[in-house]
T-cell receptor, first 112, second 118 residues
Framework: KQEVTQIPAALSVPEGENLVLNCSFTDSAIYNLQWFRQDPGKGLTSLLL?????REQTSGRLNASLDKSSGRSTLYIAASQPGDSATYLC???????????FGQGTELSVKP | NAGVMQNPRHLVRRRGQEARLRCSPMKGHSHVYWYRQLPEEGLKFMVYLQKENIIDESGMPKERFSAEFPKEGPSILRIQQVVRGDSAAYFC????????????????FGEGSWLTVV
């Protein structure tokens, strides 16, 4: 069964800290993996997409890595800010155009 | 460059009524996906459509739920005879035609439609 797990479920850090969010998937034959941000009562915003042939992607203070062999991805957020507070979702796709399988998300709170 | 547009954003229905949720994909996108987010649960895939075709409906409940994406107009997710357990946020997403996608298969989500069944 193809499942995606995210740990921790919730995380609270003081402003300025660097942090890592974890995502694991049971079937390593992924097509790509995508990290999203969801604010309360809002839709999803795509942050980073990593193709199965890539090891990492960077956008500003965000860096996502992918290790297919171990079935893991991490989202690294540098110098966290209160505006980073949101739920972060990891999702994998197993074929081109296919459905996304989501993890449960990590709820991040960055305290001023 | 409008994003994925969903309406209504909030919908209240009494048990037994019908709910219709609409989704207009991003301009140029011909692939539409519907996902459901139940309270305290993650996003679950429901259905994947291309224009006039259902590609994958493996996540759709067997009864009361249907989806379409006509040649013209928005995609519609229809829930007949709603029950309290249908209360959830329903998200639509779209992506490029696979034949023309050059930057990977990025998917864009709408703001969601929140259905409350009373």
């Amino acid at each position: 069964k193809q499942e995606v797990t995210q740990i921790p479920a919730a995380l609270s850090v003081p402003e300025g800290e660097n942090l890592v969010l974890n995502c694991s998937f049971t079937d390593s034959a992924i097509y790509n993996l995508q990290w999203f941000r969801q604010d309360p009562g809002k839709g999803l915003t795509s942050l980073l997409l990593i193709q199965s042939s890539q090891r990492e992607q960077t956008s500003g203070r965000l860096n996502a890595s992918l290790d297919k062999s171990s079935g893991r991805s991490t989202l690294y957020i540098a110098a966290s800010q209160p505006g980073d507070s949101a739920t972060y979702l990891c999702a994998v796709r197993y074929n081109q155009g296919g459905k996304l399988i989501f993890g449960q998300g990590t709820e991040l709170s960055v305290k001023p | 460059n409008a994003g994925v547009m969903q309406n209504p954003r909030h919908l209240v229905r009494r048990r037994g009524q019908e709910a219709r949720l609409r989704c207009s994909p991003m301009k140029g996108h011909s692939h539409v996906y519907w996902y459901r987010q139940l309270p305290e649960e993650g996003l679950k895939f429901m259905v994947y459509l291309q224009k006039e075709n259902i590609i994958d409906e493996s996540g759709m409940p067997k009864e009361r739920f249907s989806a379409e994406f006509p040649k013209e107009g928005p995609s519609i997710l229809r829930i007949q005879q709603v029950v309290r357990g249908d209360s959830a946020a329903y998200f639509c997403a779209s992506s490029l035609d696979l034949l023309t996608a050059s930057s990977g298969n990025t998917i864009y989500f709408g703001e969601g439609s929140w259905l409350t069944v009373v």
